[in-house]
């Protein structure tokens, strides 16, 4: 981590994710050395931590950090469909985030009047704006990042995350999966396993650009499948042409269960 600021920093604020799971922080070192925590909000679940010494502008820090999430009971509201028998479904909320989060903020205008609270204004900031210029579309709290991940499952599933698939292995009544991006990407990434089968296939461009094709289903979900290749096929030579050249080698298509209403793009 870097401090960009123009002031040191001597705190670290963490937001510690979804509600849904309890999680704790088994390990945190800052360049080796444990943080001090001074303040733990359990209801809010916001911690900040006492750095060992202070950051000062433009210094780089090497954080470490080892989390464990599980479920203990029912909650009283919300429900986990993030983990599952078959059909894992994970985001970027099991980390924990930097610095205050407004996503814990009231929104609806009424309970922000009961309480005395002005109307909240979802305008996005102006286009000169520094710290509008400054942040992505998913996050605030990070730069484009260089990602790796090694995920664990079951040895009858497959595990996907983004980037390119370098390794896979068991080990211990586990199938490990080694996948690494080969460019920096935004901080903004899901993990997914299930029992998938597999259909491949391969778009060439007009260049000579080749991209593999991967479509991840439900074993018996096999409708379609040769729709959803020319889909990708079309549209590549579609974009490709009119908008840019496609910059990744591979194209995937992620199946998983319908816990969820929404899609999600990423690289």
């Known amino acids: 981590m870097q401090n960009k600021t123009q002031e040191a920093i001597r705190e670290l604020h963490l937001n510690m994710g979804s509600p849904i799971y309890h999680t704790y922080i088994r390990d945190f070192k800052v360049d080796g050395q444990a943080p001090k925590l001074k303040i733990e909000d359990k209801t809010h679940r916001y911690l900040i931590y006492e750095l060992p010494k202070p950051l000062k502008a433009g210094q780089q820090a090497k954080m470490e950090i080892s989390l464990r999430a599980e479920n203990r009971g029912f909650t009283n509201s919300g429900f986990n469909r993030e983990i599952v028998h078959n059909g894992t479904f994970l985001n970027l909320g099991i980390f924990p985030s930097f610095g205050y989060s407004a996503d814990a903020e009231l929104t609806s205008d009424k309970y922000r009047k ?4 002005p109307e909240k204004k979802y305008l996005a900031p102006p286009q000169n704006d520094p710290y509008g210029l400054r942040t992505l579309l998913f996050n605030d709290d990070a730069d484009y990042v260089s990602f790796e991940a090694v995920v664990s499952t079951v040895p009858d599933q497959m595990a996907v995350a983004p980037g390119y698939l370098k390794k896979t292995w068991e080990e211990k009544g586990r199938r490990y999966f080694h996948y690494e991006m080969d460019q920096k990407m935004d901080l903004f990434f899901n993990i997914s396993s299930a029992k998938y089968a597999l259909t491949r296939d391969e778009w060439k461009g007009p260049k000579g ?22 889909s990708v096929k079309v549209a590549l ?7 840019s050249p496609y910059q990744y080698r591979q194209m995937r298509i992620l199946e998983f269960p319908r816990y969820a209403g929404f899609a999600q793009s990423f690289p």
Not at 209 to 227: A, F, M, S
Not at 237 to 243: A, G, I, N, P, V
């Open 237 to 243: 030579d579609y974009y490709s042409q009119f908008f």
């Open 209 to 230: 650009q080749k991209v593999n094709i991967e479509i991840y289903h439900h074993p018996t979900h096999h409708y379609n499948l040769d729709r959803f290749v020319k």
């Open 114 to 117: 009961k309480y005395g609270l």
